[in-house]
């Protein structure tokens, strides 16, 4: 085995994402995708764009996209770069604003594929420790560092830092770039764009995978100050200068302008996740406040894999992490009222059995 591997691979440990049964139908709450549709006008243009020019490379620069994005956040498009999900723009992040020799810090409880692209990129890093309630310590990140990379709203914990406090980091890391991954923000979180024209060391990440119900066409973006946008493009240039094709781009531009639509769809995810979280806390949960499209809890009663397992067997998907300090949480996506309503009696008759 490994035979033929690059030395630099050999060892790594890469990410695992959430399960995608293919044999049975679940309530899939594991993967923190949107439980409704698309934009119907996403999926007009997206037909649209699948048409004989598919014969022909896209534009590189994806100039109505970003235009479409720009205007979104009030911004301009050269402070805007479109990459194929967010994954892949937090990996072109990782490559453009770190070096090897200058430690870039995270949280220790935060998305996991933060340490996969520290390690796969050759970068030190530190984690900081989250307080017990997991709020961000923000003194720790504010000493002389290689980087900051906060993912805000938090994941998989769904809590939200204050703008004061990026700012302080902000303010303390005059020669690094921090990284504010804004993938759930859309559901509570308060967002840095204001910052960026303040901020030359600042850069935002932003998904279309949670909020505009997107996550099967893979597109993200970066926004920042043109000077870092302009690295991301050495970075893209350097390795794939077709990232996202005609059809995400497309699709990504009709949904990004959709705004009635994105607002609505965000409005009833959070009202049934506040909803359940008061229904889950009834039942004895430890329900930490989310201001994501997912919640993390805990029972005091019932060890976490077990729940997960009822949970499965009973149809139901969630997310465990076996890692110190959260391997008795659970994360669970926010789906439909009616998905919602049949994990609480679920999760129910699992604490009423025991088992
Ligand atoms: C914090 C965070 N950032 C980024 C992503 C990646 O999203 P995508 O690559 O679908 O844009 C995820 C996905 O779950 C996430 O949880």
New binding site residues.
Partial sequence: MKKYWSRRIRDMVPYVPGEQPKDRIFIKLNT?ENPYPPSEKALMAIQAAADERLRLYPAPGCEDLRQAIAQHHGLLPDQVFPGN???EV?AFCFQAFFDPDRTVLFPDIT?SFYPVYANFFDLAYHEIPLRDNFDLPVTPFCGRNGGVVI?NPN?PTGKSVGLENIRTILDANPEAVVLV?E?YVDFGGISAISLISEYDNLVVVR?L?KSHSL?GLRV?YALGNPNLIAALCCVRDSINSYTLDRVAQAGAAAAIRDESYFLETVEKVIHTRDRCSEELKRMGFIVPESSANFIFISHPALPATKLMDGLRKKGILVRHFDRPRISNYLRVSIGTDQEMDALCAALEKLLESGD
Wanted: charged share 15%.
């Fill in positions: 923190n999900g967010s994954d937090l998305y993912a994941a991954d993938a998904t995978s996550a993200g």
